[in-house]
């Protein structure tokens, strides 16, 4: 087509065409339905309608389905990079910025050109010659920062720290205050770390809570919602850098600056040039926490390893702190289940003609793209290495793969999830209960379709009354926890005789090397064993005696799942609060038969409890919490107590709802007191405006009250809460009969014999913080998957893992 007829052919759709807005999401770095991108072979290519982004085989579904018909087409090209580019340690965690981690990735050059589909009649960009509504929607396009580097925080929390408007003019209290250089204790606890000094009265308190138990007892801020006094330093943090010390202005709700902090330290007889660093401030202790990786056994480091390319075998780029996600999806994506959901059973144009005008909003469509990326081997090729980009791992093959950017999917799968949601390191178990929940949700109505059901299996709990009564109680779980019993360790005498050489180096001021470090090793089967052994519960109250009474509880299971998934809970809590990592080897079988902790239910001579005490009246005892919730939230490091009621609160609408609650209820006053009858009774009121909202919907009273409390009171998330319901959701109740509904019995079940296909590790010493690695058993071999490194495994570290997924044999 000659340029004239093409140019004639471009203002025909002018009304086609869109100037962009400052609320748009202008999407041109990624296809929305695959992972194509300006690098790629056939380019990007922008709708100048909706601004959504499509690769060369996708622009043309989008041409079908929505008849826009005019694109900005993107196509880039790499610069070359100068060799002798210097490498600097990071200051800052942040990337890209000035004192952070470099961004490593090459320069790279644009050509762009206006497309008209359906013929792909294109025309050079930039132009005078072209029409000024397509120059204005372009130029809108090219200034915008890309919805998908929007929505993933490079700069992840340490900002240049502003300075407090409460500064300059600090009230300080005469009070007789002399703050000593060291010794230093919270006023109201027993806290010698993570501690405060007010700079209007000189109180020295300790900081905030964090939501798994650990830091302060939050005296600091409960002193400041006393006094209004706003500024505070953190103590251990000040030297002669006083721009390094940890300032905090709690009406400003931020790490802030002091210009005056020499001046406000004196007040209080601090010579703070002759003071030492003794606490990590919260950007270092977070820096910190990311850089300093233990690259040891679990990450293989250091060994020949062979890359591998091709389906089944595609990495994924570390988005910052993502590992953990990267880590489960490569695990779910080794099962049946999903792999038949989102990738054999839904091609992409499919699952595209399917979704709605923005697929990047629709978690199916999403799924399908991430499934298609991972497991067609489009994107996993060698790339031979430039000379500036520093492997740590040495590959056989000396080449690796770039891997895909599973953006647009974690942008999604968090929205509306304090934490998943953020850029910080997440608990991968959390993770993965949090997947399972929306892939459930996302398939109400068709149970059939939901992969999610491969892992969940009953768990059913026989209670024993002291009278010899019995009640049977069925619960739906997606991960069996298991408790580490280090007295089962097989090794004791030689840990017995390592901590007796430990302290005596250590006396002698030595170090022990890593080779000489002994670690409790406990089988697999003790964790199993600790699972089905009788428990005893306090304050049980039997309706057969009348009376609270100390009862016991066995576990056992009452199906298994296609895919049986254990929980090592290695991180505990000791006394005061204090988290550990267990410093353990878990001896882990590749087969495992737990035939033998099926459920054989009630049995001959036995005699259920009767289901109600005629004697009280039913108004006294409300429900009960959901024992699966409560052990999901304690397994994190949330106090039982704390988890009964936020069970309670939410009427066991489920784990992520009960989380929820949590979070904005921790500092409660009452948070601490014990669950009384009318609380159990009464679960947390609701707005009776915004019940009658819901109601004047035409949703069912109860399930408006439920769907409010499951959503904190916000009346849009209680809306989306009730259409996301599975059916029957909102209605279905435990039963303590044993009694099966059709949906329990619709779950899979087969033979207990398993054998382990893959595994998740995590070095570091906290979940929220460290690396998470998996290793898959894939076509007769174990792999390892370290975000975008995809290699065989020579020497899988199966007695280190957290999670482990095993397959049924049959």
Not at 648 to 656: D, Y
Request: charged share 25%; hydrophobic share 35%.
């Amino acid at each position: 087509m000659s340029g004239t007829h093409a140019m004639e052919l471009l203002r025909s759709y002018l009304s086609r065409v869109r100037i962009p807005e400052a609320s748009n999401r202008i999407y041109k770095e990624e296809c929305c339905v695959s992972f194509d991108t300006p690098k790629s072979e056939g380019g990007l290519f922008v709708d100048l309608s909706s601004f959504l982004a499509f690769g060369k085989e996708a622009v043309y579904w989008n041409y079908r389905k929505t008849g826009n018909p005019v694109y900005l087409h993107i196509k880039t090209r790499k610069k070359p990079v100068s060799e002798d580019r210097p490498h600097k340690k990071p200051t800052l965690l942040a990337i890209g910025l000035e004192g952070g981690f470099e961004n490593r990735e090459p320069e790279n050059e644009e050509f762009y050109n206006i497309v008209i589909l359906p013929d792909f009649v294109m025309l050079p960009f930039p132009s005078v010659e072209l029409p000024e509504k397509v120059r204005l929607s372009v130029d809108g396009v090219l200034a915008a920062t890309g919805a998908e580097r929007k929505e993933q925080v490079a700069a992840w929390t340490a900002d240049k720290k502003l300075v407090s408007g409460y500064a300059v003019n600090l009230q300080q209290i005469d009070n007789g205050v002399v703050i000593p250089p060291s010794g230093w204790k919270c006023a109201k606890c027993d806290k010698v770390d993570n501690l405060w000094l007010n700079l209007t009265d000189g109180m020295i308190l300790c900081g905030r809570r964090n939501w798994d138990g650990t830091g302060g007892n939050d005296h600091a801020v409960q002193h400041y919602n006393e006094t209004k006094y706003p500024l505070a330093v953190k103590l251990g943090t000040i030297t002669a850098d006083l721009e390094a010390a940890d300032v905090y202005s709690y009406p400003e709700d931020e790490a802030v600056e002091d210009p005056f902090l020499a001046q406000h330290l004196s007040f209080f007889g601090i010579d703070f040039s002759s003071l030492k660093k003794t606490e990590l401030t919260t950007a270092e202790r977070e820096l910190d926490q990311n850089t300093n990786f233990d690259w040891n056994r679990i990450q293989e480091s250091g060994k020949e390893s062979e890359a591998l390319f091709g389906p089944g075998y595609t990495g994924l780029i570390n988005l910052g702190n993502s590992c953990y996600l990267a880590s489960i999806m490569q695990t779910v994506f080794s099962t049946r289940d999903f792999v038949s959901r989102y990738f054999r059973d839904q091609n992409l144009s499919e699952a595209f003609e399917r979704a709605p005008a923005d697929p990047t909003v629709e978690l199916n469509m999403q799924l399908v793209k991430l499934g298609h990326g991972m497991l067609s081997g489009k994107y996993s090729s060698p790339v031979q290495e430039d000379n500036d980009v520093e492997i740590s791992e040495k590959m056989t093959s000396k080449t690796r793969q770039e891997g895909i950017p599973p953006r647009m999917f974690k942008t999604l799968i968090g929205t509306g999830h304090p934490e998943f949601s953020s850029t910080r390191q997440q608990d991968a178990m959390e993770f993965f209960l949090h997947l399972l929940d929306k892939v459930e949700r996302n398939s109400a109505g068709n149970p059939q379709l939901d992969p999610s059901r491969c892992f969940k299996f009953f768990v059913e709990d026989r209670i024993l009354c002291a009278s010899g009564k019995v009640s049977y109680n069925r619960r739906v779980d997606n991960v069996l926890s298991l408790n580490i019993p280090l007295d089962a360790a097989t090794n004791k005498e030689e840990v017995v005789a390592f901590q007796k050489k430990k302290a005596e180096r250590e006396l002698a001021g030595e170090k022990l090397k890593d080779e000489d470090i002994v670690r409790p090793r406990v089988p697999l089967s003790a964790c199993l064993e600790s699972f089905a052994a009788p428990e005893e519960i306090h304050g049980f109250y039997s309706t057969a005696m009348k009376s609270k009474i100390t009862a016991i509880k066995t576990a056992r299971f009452g199906t298994f799942p296609d895919y049986l998934v254990l929980h090592m809970r290695k991180f505990v809590m000791e006394a005061g609060w204090v988290p550990k990592k267990l410093d353990v080897f878990i001896d882990v079988p590749d087969t495992i038969d737990i035939n033998h902790s099926r459920s054989k239910g009630l049995q001959p001579g036995e005699e259920l409890l009767p289901e109600n005490d005629d004697s009280q009246d039913s108004g006294q005892r409300g429900p009960s919490p959901d024992e699966a919730i409560v052990t999901q939230l304690a397994s994190m490091g949330f106090p039982r107590l704390h988890c009964e009621k936020a069970a309670i609160n939410t009427s066991n609408t489920g784990v992520e709802e009960a989380m929820n609650w949590l979070l904005s209820h921790m500092e409660d006053p009452d948070i601490d007191a014990p669950i009384s009858a009318g609380l159990q009774n009464t679960p947390e009121p609701v707005n009776e405006e915004s019940l009658k909202t819901l109601v004047s919907f035409g949703f069912d009273v109860d399930i408006a009250r439920k769907a409010l409390r499951a959503s904190g009171g916000d009346i849009e998330r209680a809306t989306e809460w009730i259409f996301t319901q599975p059916a029957g959701t909102t209605e279905m109740d435990v039963s303590s009969s044993g009694a099966a509904s059709s949906s329990e019995q619709a779950l899979p079940d087969g033979e207990g014999k398993y054998r382990l296909m893959g595994f998740v590790s995590h070095i570091g010493t906290s979940t929220q913080c460290g690396h998470y690695v998996a290793h898959i058993f894939k076509e007769g071999r174990w792999v390892i998957f370290n975000d975008c490194k995809v290699a065989v495994s020579t020497d899988p570290p199966k007695d280190m893992g957290y999670l482990y997924f095993f397959e049924r044999t049959n």
